[in-house]
Every structure is written in C-alpha cells, then in structure tokens.
C-alpha cells in the first residue's frame, strides 16, 4: 500500500469463534496521511475494491457493530496513547 507506515499497536481483539476458529487480531496507529502519501496507494485488486477515508462519527453507518465497536476502541487508544485489549469488539473488564 504504497508508503503508509504503520506505528504503534493500538488494539489486540480476540475473537473466538466455533466455526471459523479462534482469531486474535491486531489494529496499528498508520499515522495521519497528507495528500501525496494517499496519492501512491495501490490496491491488490484481488483483496480490496477502493480505499476510503470518513470522519470518525460516521463508523456505526459503515461497519458491522463489532468491527465499529474495535474501530472506536483503536480511536481511544491512539488518543489516551494506550493498547487496548478486547473481546469481541468489547473491552476486557478486570
């Protein structure tokens, strides 16, 4: 995907599930990108139709609730500069 950079881990969510099995997926901060970053992004045309950007009050619209739910949860984390750990999609209660 061209020059995008990504940093810091924002989010560990794992996600058990019985017919697909168990996954732990990983959400890192890409950083802000200016206008020539964007410009050089190349799409493996086998994996992804288009690349888009929206605010962030527009994540409940565009995603399933447990991927919006991860979504805010990386949003958090990058602005408190601290991961977050999930299950499915929910933060980890002690």
Known sequence: MGNVRS???LVVDW???E??????LHVFDGSEQQQEDVS???LDADELLT???H???AVDQLLIPRLARRVKCA???RRES???YLEHGEPLTS
């Open 19 to 24: 017919a697909e099995g168990d996954k732990v």
């Open 40 to 42: 050089v992004i190349k």
């Open 7 to 9: 940093s810091d881990l």
């Open 75 to 77: 949003i958090t984390a």
């Open 51 to 53: 690349a888009e950007f």
């Open 55 to 57: 605010p962030t009050e």
């Open 15 to 17: 996600a058990p599930n």
């Open 82 to 84: 601290h991961p977050q």
